[in-house]
């Protein structure tokens, strides 16, 4: 997915998810009276999340899914977290926010029928159908992942009392014994290996049938990214990796990972697969790794939509770049 209005300056910033032309501001956010006249402003728009999903005007065409404040009241949102996503540089400044409200998931659809041409989507869904325009995609992002850490990080992880949202967002505090908590990002791998014209992929479990994609893991502490590259290699195939080459990032809001993508070389090819992971793991040639990605191998395997970075991994590999 390209990015449509900033210049692609690296690969990552074709990725869906990637590309994300606000301007966070991270010194003027901790204004919190600044941040208080963007959130009043009627320029402002605002990306709606109840619970894990995006809440869309279903009978408005362009930007569904950036509402105004009016759109606030009209959901009756109570005891939402709001947060300052940053100013759209492309658009005269206008400001973005992210606000998050849990509410219960069975009656969500008929509480918004109630109330308005809304609906919910999930982010992975939206993405599938293309149902934003990718520079949004990079805002959902962001609001889903720090979001998501606001709920799961209330309570203090040094004392165990309440925390407060501080920093527009970015932040919280906690003030019975002044700890500061910032929102993570958990850094994962994921690696095309090849050996000459041929690639390794493999199937998790948890992958719709016939799909083959690029081995992946987290990254330990005190490990750097590339030896987290073969450590997992070894540990998912049994297969030894040389030299590791970066190729692109991307955030992967599920619920806060980034994603380092790398291609890596092969120095032996005998597998030791790690049933406990992985229910196959194969190397392909590159002419079938292509007709994979296009749909059109007469093996019926294919690989991941080119809404994941292992499509682009994979990609590039069969391009020979
Ligand atoms: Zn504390």
């Known amino acids: 997915m390209q990015a449509e209005t900033t210049e692609a300056f690296d690969a990552s910033s074709a990725l869906c998810y990637s590309a994300n032309t606000l301007n966070r501001c991270g010194e ?67 400001p973005y926010f992210g606000v998050r409200y849990s509410t219960d998931a069975e009656t969500l659809e008929e509480e918004l029928e109630k109330r308005g041409p809304f609906a919910a989507y999930g982010l992975r869904g939206i993405a599938m159908k293309r149902a934003a325009s990718s520079k949004v995609f990079g805002m959902m992002a962001q609001a889903a992942a720090v979001g998501r850490w606001h709920l799961s990080h209330k309570m203090c992880s040094q004392c165990g009392k309440p925390t407060e949202l501080a920093e527009a967002g970015y932040r919280r505090d ?3 014994c ?32 016939n799909v083959y994609t690029t081995l992946a893991g987290f990254v330990e ?23 590791v080459t970066y190729i692109a990032s991307q955030p992967w809001p599920f619920p806060s990972n980034i994603m380092a993508g790398f291609h890596g070389e092969a120095l032996t090819t005998d597998l030791n697969i790690d049933y406990e992971e992985m229910e196959d793991c194969q190397w392909f ?14 093996s019926g395997l294919i690989c991941p939509p080119d809404i994941s970075i292992a499509h682009h991994l994979i990609k590039i590999f069969t391009e020979g770049k």
């Open 221 to 243: 502490p005190g490990e750097t990214l590339e030896d987290a590259v073969r450590r997992e290699v070894f540990e998912e195939a049994g297969v030894k990796v040389g030299k």
């Open 28 to 94: 003027k956010r901790k204004d919190t009276e600044w941040v208080k006249s963007l959130k009043a402003a009627s320029e402002t728009r605002f990306l709606i999340q109840a619970n894990d999903s995006f809440i869309f005007n279903i009978e408005q065409e362009i930007d569904p899914v950036q509402h105004t404040a009016e759109v606030l009241g009209t959901l009756g949102i109570k005891d939402a977290t709001t947060i300052f996503l940053g100013l759209d540089e492309e658009d005269s400044d206008r």
């Open 285 to 298: 040639t590159k002419e079938e790794t292509l007709r994979m990605l296009q749909g059109e191998a007469e």
């Open 174 to 176: 906690c003030p019975s």
């Open 178 to 209: 002044s700890a500061q908590h910032f929102p993570r990002t958990d850094p994962a791998v994921i690696m095309l290996i090849t050996h000459g014209d041929k690639c390794l992929m493999g199937r998790p479990y948890h992958l719709a049938e």
